[in-house]
């Protein structure tokens, strides 16, 4: 274990948990810190038949903790939420380490995921049943929410801890056992946040974390008729593929896929606020975040006065190692990231994109990119195409309002979409128009916890957070009274 700064060691383990105790296995997977390669640990590669037990283990799990009541459930969520606060510094160091996001960025994450954890644990304990108005005199119709079952949580490496607590928080909070796999990228806060869970009291066989071969355990997860819900974030061929597998076990699916973020500032829109909103949307985490600003679209007229505002901010960005204070920028998440981002740029220019700015870099063959302006983007290039997950903007110029709305629905993505203009009317009408899950209007920054994430088309299914969150973890049984005069 080779995590730095820490002031609690206990937190990282390198093993499973499974029914409440943490696990080794003789086989292994190495996880690096992508700033410098270092080695951080190793996690365990879960076999078909622990994975089986630790379902079995859910499922037993599952019969008693459904039946506590909401009150207690809030409590140990609560007891949590205040273990994950007190960690916050150690959290945030072991995300940067093994992510590579700036300490602060990573110290804002582990905030954002406690959040979740505050939101459910207070939300359960108003969340209630119905008694319906009955149309037949001697019937009283009733509804009830109860817990779906065994729950099972695939995550991504580019949120670790959020993407994590997101899911957790309310399917703990609705009485479900649940059973986390993280990315192998970034498996220790995940690790970290569930030795706080552990600590908090939840019973043995509530709460579990499988880490090992990803195809395996997500087809056994997907056909394993106990687990009753499956909620997936990350790419969506992963998820068409989840989709799919679940079909015989008929899962209920919760599905937070992949974006192409439309980021649109129109003539009447107040300049400097779209441009610093511009730079949040665009560089959060590298620009590795699904609703990441990706396809830039600005009014011809503003071609200059826009160009002449956002390249005076590019070169304050300082790119490295994430736990050096003065780092705004981390790596990417690996080598291939990094391949993939210079792919498409390449191509972009290739095809007639002019670069515009793009920032030095003194370390060649290591996952950093520089911060890269392009503009007169088409949209036929790949990088209006495909999620950038990158630090580059990439600048299409529009002349109508309609044409635009075109534009930005053109695309199979429909996660998140922002737009800037200091017009009522046109804010009501655009933000009607775009297809997207969440609409950013003079924002660029659409997530929190009371608000409902998640997308439409191939970005997903379902909706995390918000007041319908818990839902996603429930079902509504009826209760119909008869013969009652
Ligand atoms: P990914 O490759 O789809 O991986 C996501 C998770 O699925 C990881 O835990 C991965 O495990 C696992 N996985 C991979 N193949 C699997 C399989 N055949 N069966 C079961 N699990 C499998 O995505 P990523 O590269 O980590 O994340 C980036 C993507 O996530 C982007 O497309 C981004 O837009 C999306 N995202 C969406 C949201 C949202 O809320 N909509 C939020 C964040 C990210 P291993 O890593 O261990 O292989």
Redesign the pocket.
């Given at each position: 274990m080779n995590f730095l700064q820490l002031n609690d060691n206990q937190l990282i383990k390198q093993a499973n948990y499974l029914n409440g105790r943490w696990q080794v296995s003789n086989k292994f997977i190495t996880v690096s810190n992508p700033a410098n390669g270092v080695e951080l640990g190793t996690i365990p590669v879960i076999d078909k038949l622990a994975l089986e037990q630790t379902i079995t283990a859910a499922q037993e799990a599952f019969d008693t903790y459904s039946k506590t009541n909401s009150y207690k459930r809030s409590e140990w969520l609560l007891k949590w939420y205040d273990l994950i606060l007190s960690a916050q510094d150690d959290l945030a160091k072991i995300l940067t380490q093994e992510q590579g996001k700036p300490l602060a960025e990573a110290k804002g994450e582990i905030l954002y995921a406690a959040s979740f954890i505050k939101w459910f644990a207070e939300q359960i304990n108003a969340d209630y049943g119905l008694t319906l108005n009955s149309p037949v005199d001697n019937k009283q119709f009733h509804t009830h929410k109860q817990a779906i079952g065994v729950a099972a949580l695939?995550?991504?490496?580019?949120?670790p801890a959020a993407?994590i607590t997101r899911k957790a928080a309310a399917a703990l909070a609705a009485g479900c056992s649940i059973i986390i796999?993280?990315?192998?990228?970034t498996p220790f806060t995940a690790i970290a946040l569930v030795e706080l869970a552990h600590r908090a009291g939840f019973q043995k066989g509530v709460i579990n974390l499988v880490?090992g071969n990803?195809?395996m355990?997500?087809?056994a997860?997907c056909h394993d008729q106990r687990v009753k819900k499956l909620s997936?974030?990350?790419?969506?061929?992963?998820?068409q593929?989840?989709f799919a597998?679940s079909a015989t076990s008929l899962k209920r699916l919760s599905l937070?896929?992949?974006?192409n973020a439309p980021f649109i500032i129109f003539a009447d829109a107040d300049l400097d606020a779209a441009v610093d909103a511009l730079m949040i949307s665009k560089f959060r985490n590298n620009g590795?975040?699904?609703?990441a600003a990706n396809r830039i679209y600005v009014d011809q007229n503003l071609q200059q006065a826009f160009l002449t505002k956002l390249k005076a901010k590019l070169p304050s960005l300082t790119v490295g190692n994430g736990m050096d204070k003065n780092v705004q920028l981390g790596p990417l998440?690996n080598q291939a990231a990094v391949d993939k981002v210079h792919d498409l740029v390449a191509s972009a220019i290739s095809a007639g994109a002019k670069l515009e700015y793009q920032a030095d870099l003194n370390e060649s063959n290591s996952p950093f990119f520089p911060v890269t302006l392009l503009v007169d983007i088409t949209p036929n290039m790949p990088i209006a195409q495909k999620?950038i997950?990158g630090p580059v903007l990439a600048v299409q110029w529009f002349d109508e309002e309609t044409e635009v709305i075109t534009r930005a629905n053109s695309t199979d993505a429909g996660?998140a979409a922002y737009f800037f203009s200091d017009n009522i009317h046109r804010c009501q009408r655009v933000a009607g128009a775009l297809d997207y899950g969440m609409i950013g209007i003079n924002d660029g920054m659409v997530s929190n916890a009371v608000s409902p994430?998640?997308?439409i088309k191939q970005?997903?299914l379902g909706r995390?957070g918000g007041h319908t969150g818990l839902a996603e973890y429930q079902y509504i049984k009826a209760h119909c009274y008869g013969q009652l005069s």
């Amino acid at each position: 274990m080779n995590f730095l700064q820490l002031n609690d060691n206990q937190l990282i383990k390198q093993a499973n948990y499974l029914n409440g105790r943490w696990q080794v296995s003789n086989k292994f997977i190495t996880v690096s810190n992508p700033a410098n390669g270092v080695e951080l640990g190793t996690i365990p590669v879960i076999d078909k038949l622990a994975l089986e037990q630790t379902i079995t283990a859910a499922q037993e799990a599952f019969d008693t903790y459904s039946k506590t009541n909401s009150y207690k459930r809030s409590e140990w969520l609560l007891k949590w939420y205040d273990l994950i606060l007190s960690a916050q510094d150690d959290l945030a160091k072991i995300l940067t380490q093994e992510q590579g996001k700036p300490l602060a960025e990573a110290k804002g994450e582990i905030l954002y995921a406690a959040s979740f954890i505050k939101w459910f644990a207070e939300q359960i304990n108003a969340d209630y049943g119905l008694t319906l108005n009955s149309p037949v005199d001697n019937k009283q119709f009733h509804t009830h929410k109860q817990a779906i079952g065994v729950a099972a949580l695939i995550t991504p490496w580019n949120f670790p801890a959020a993407m994590i607590t997101r899911k957790a928080a309310a399917a703990l909070a609705a009485g479900c056992s649940i059973i986390i796999k993280p990315s192998e990228l970034t498996p220790f806060t995940a690790i970290a946040l569930v030795e706080l869970a552990h600590r908090a009291g939840f019973q043995k066989g509530v709460i579990n974390l499988v880490t090992g071969n990803a195809p395996m355990i997500g087809d056994a997860l997907c056909h394993d008729q106990r687990v009753k819900k499956l909620s997936f974030t990350g790419s969506t061929p992963v998820g068409q593929k989840l989709f799919a597998q679940s079909a015989t076990s008929l899962k209920r699916l919760s599905l937070e896929l992949g974006g192409n973020a439309p980021f649109i500032i129109f003539a009447d829109a107040d300049l400097d606020a779209a441009v610093d909103a511009l730079m949040i949307s665009k560089f959060r985490n590298n620009g590795q975040t699904c609703v990441a600003a990706n396809r830039i679209y600005v009014d011809q007229n503003l071609q200059q006065a826009f160009l002449t505002k956002l390249k005076a901010k590019l070169p304050s960005l300082t790119v490295g190692n994430g736990m050096d204070k003065n780092v705004q920028l981390g790596p990417l998440i690996n080598q291939a990231a990094v391949d993939k981002v210079h792919d498409l740029v390449a191509s972009a220019i290739s095809a007639g994109a002019k670069l515009e700015y793009q920032a030095d870099l003194n370390e060649s063959n290591s996952p950093f990119f520089p911060v890269t302006l392009l503009v007169d983007i088409t949209p036929n290039m790949p990088i209006a195409q495909k999620e950038i997950f990158g630090p580059v903007l990439a600048v299409q110029w529009f002349d109508e309002e309609t044409e635009v709305i075109t534009r930005a629905n053109s695309t199979d993505a429909g996660l998140a979409a922002y737009f800037f203009s200091d017009n009522i009317h046109r804010c009501q009408r655009v933000a009607g128009a775009l297809d997207y899950g969440m609409i950013g209007i003079n924002d660029g920054m659409v997530s929190n916890a009371v608000s409902p994430f998640g997308g439409i088309k191939q970005s997903g299914l379902g909706r995390e957070g918000g007041h319908t969150g818990l839902a996603e973890y429930q079902y509504i049984k009826a209760h119909c009274y008869g013969q009652l005069s």
